[in-house]
């Protein structure tokens, strides 16, 4: 099920934890305050933001990042999470952002003078330095006493990385990530999962592939998807398969193939471990949705 930690970093600057986990799209809705800056970090899954009482939208992928400032109309963050998808949004408002940059405001486009009465949207990639710290705001397991002194220092960490992208910084070390090329290798291992979702490579050949050891590779894994290699890969499979049933242009048992399953019985079982009803059940609710 979805749910969503707002984390008071300081005034006027908040972090907001958002995970869903359920089987449903989760839908928040939180008024912002006109002239605060946005940030939204995709880590997995994917979201959307709902602008203009529903006449516009923006999707967030994972490993993508959002910039929101519009210093001329409230923006409030209206999103519809996915089914197994996690999103770190950093709210902070302009005079205090700019506080942290006073003396190199140049280096921030909407800061300059010309720019900053002006509204301000942006996607980019997360770096793999940004994505030791995000996965970092989700695994947190130190004391409780220190958790708001912890996520301060994640907050200012991540705008800092956020903005250090003509730099190499150095990620923050932890046992199985070292550094930001090992991200990178874990990334890529998914990309090879997923290209290759109906005969996946074992845990063996993907670790030689990439060049990690076994150990780092399920480990780092783990950490910044929040899964193991092949839990990850069914979710990515059932929302894929659901979406090939949305679309109407395939049958169960062709569905099924598409994503790996020789026999429709495996599917409709993996089916209805993930989402408890059976893709025959799936596809007859969204018939009776449609002729209403």
Known sequence: MGSQDLITIENDFTLIRLQ??????????????????????????????VFNEGNYALELRDEKSFLFYNPQKELPLN???APNSWVISVIISIQKFHGLFSSDANHIPFLSNENKDRKYYK?????PSMAIVLSQLFHYNLNQQIKNLYYKGKAYELLSLYFNRSEDPNAEQ???LIDEENV?????????????????????????KVGLSLKKLKMGFKQIYGDTVYGYLFDYKMDYARQLLDSGSYNVNEVGLKIGYSTGSHFIAA?????A????????SINSNASI
């Open 174 to 176: 932890c046992p199985f």
């Open 184 to 208: 990178l290798k874990i990334r890529k291992a998914k990309e090879i999962i997923i290209a290759n979702m109906a005969e996946p490579p074992g845990l063996e050949e993907l670790s030689e």
């Open 277 to 284: 009803t059976t893709p025959k059940k799936y596809l007859m």
């Open 20 to 49: 869903n986990d359920g089987n449903e799209n989760f839908h928040v809705l939180r008024p912002i305050p006109q002239g605060l800056i946005q940030f939204h970090f995709g880590l997995k899954g994917r979201a959307k933001f």
């Open 271 to 275: 089916f209805k471990k993930k989402f």
């Open 123 to 127: 996607e980019e990639d997360i770096s």
């Open 79 to 81: 999103l519809e999470l």
